[in-house]
């Protein structure tokens, strides 16, 4: 038998136990969790109900399959081949799709004021994650090269989500008391997406420590409300994990 041969029935060999190891049996967490997604994205309300069980839902995905006796993670990540033939890893939507709606819908809820105040609480998060992942999971035992892919796309919907939940849960559970500033709007906008979605902006003279003009995200209806010389009102929050953010009234 040929050297090429015997390659390709060992490669066929390796791609059918891996086979085996992507497949889990919680299809049902993830048909919630695509409704839960869409509704959360299209028509945020109730907000905090919505967002607190999408951000449940990759724990408790990594949880329930871990019961079945700690699965090797390759169970979490489906392989299929792409038109091409090339192989395509799917991470369980429970996570994946969870990580990337909480993260589009933080960012445009919520005004950040400086990105490095999210480093370490986000790290932290993702620590946290990743042991929670390799404590209810076993590590792939096939050494296949498909081992590395799988691990990456895992791990960076995990990455993912981990920072997107700090910040959303950052700023829709917390309770500090605000402080008030005013600032004048010198300009609004409109910015259309590829897709036909609009987002509206109303641009603010310097405020508090803000010593430069900034556009700031809202609502429609704020939008049409407030007029350009018109003065607003803007709260800065301290932010549950000391993730300062702010946004008009």
């Given at each position: 038998m040929s050297e090429a041969r015997r390659n390709r029935r060992q490669e066929k060999r390796s791609r059918v136990r891996l086979s085996k190891l992507t497949f889990h049996k919680l299809e049902w967490l993830e048909y919630i969790t695509i409704g839960l997604g869409l509704w959360f994205l299209i028509y945020p309300k109730p907000y905090n109900i919505l967002f607190t069980t999408l951000l449940c839902m990759p724990l408790l995905g990594l949880l329930l399959n871990g019961l079945t006796g700690r699965p090797s993670i390759a169970s979490l990540v489906e392989i299929s081949k792409d038109d091409d033939g090339s192989d395509k890893y799917d991470v369980a939507d429970f996570i994946d799709l969870a990580a990337w709606i909480i993260l589009i819908r933080v960012l445009i809820d919520y005004e950040f004021e400086s990105f490095y105040s999210m480093i370490i609480p986000?790290?932290?998060?993702?620590?946290?994650?990743?042991?929670?992942?390799?404590?209810?999971?076993?590590?792939?035992?096939?050494?296949?090269k498909s081992k590395s892919w799988i691990y990456l796309s895992l791990i960076f919907n995990v990455f993912i989500y981990s920072f997107a939940g700090t910040y959303g849960a950052n700023c829709v559970y917390d309770t500090s008391e605000p402080i008030v500033y005013n600032a004048e709007v010198v300009d609004k906008r409109i910015r259309k997406s590829s897709?036909?979605?609009?987002?509206?902006?109303?641009?603010?003279?310097?405020?508090?420590?803000?010593?430069?003009?900034?556009?700031?995200?809202?609502?429609?209806?704020?939008?049409?409300e407030i007029q350009i010389g018109q003065t607003v009102k803007i709260d800065l929050k301290k932010g549950l994990f000391n993730i300062p953010w702010h946004y008009i009234e």
């Open positions: 986000g790290i932290i998060a993702f620590v946290i994650m990743l042991i929670i992942l390799f404590v209810t999971h076993k590590l792939i035992d096939n050494s296949t897709k036909g979605r609009e987002t509206y902006y109303l641009k603010v003279a310097p405020w508090g420590h803000h010593y430069d003009k900034e556009e700031i995200s809202v609502a429609s209806s704020q939008y049409d």
